[in-house]
Nanobody
Framework: QVQLVESGGGLVQAGGSLRLSCAASGSATSIFLMGWYRQAPGKQRELVATITSGGSTNYADSVKGRFTISRDNAKNTVYLQMSSLKPDDTAVYHC??????????????WGQGTQVTVSP
């Protein structure tokens, strides 16, 4: 079992920055991928960014160049640095982690979510 604790959300004006954090515990040593999803009011949940245990990253086109995902293995923590924020970035952001429950079984875990609100 993996537990994820998110922090860093808040209210910011357009053009501002926020840094989200997600700390993993439990079976954290088996995690091979972590990422961030978001869901805005009236919108479907969308993938924001992912990072693998090897450091490979992927971003949604809508955030590329503005958001940066990173990880600190010593702290078992993944970060999402968000800059040049837009009102369209307003959403609940959820941290996700995937681990190997066994060689052929993958577990998926979600954090509680943190609200990001960007005012115009």
């Amino acid at each position: 079992q993996v537990q994820l604790v998110e922090s860093g959300g808040g209210l910011v004006q357009a053009g501002g920055s926020l840094r989200l954090s997600c700390a993993a515990s439990g079976s954290a040593t088996s995690i091979f991928l972590m990422g961030w999803y978001r869901q805005a009011p009236g919108k479907q949940r969308e993938l924001v960014a992912t990072i693998t245990s090897g450091g490979s990253t992927n971003y949604a086109d809508s955030v590329k160049g503005r958001f940066t995902i990173s990880r600190d293995n010593a702290k078992n923590t993944v970060y999402l640095q968000m800059s040049s924020l837009k009102p369209d970035d307003t959403a609940v952001y959820h941290c996700q982690a995937k681990n190997f429950r066994s060689p052929l079984v993958i577990g998926t875990y979600w954090g509680q979510g943190t609200q990001v609100t960007v005012s115009p």
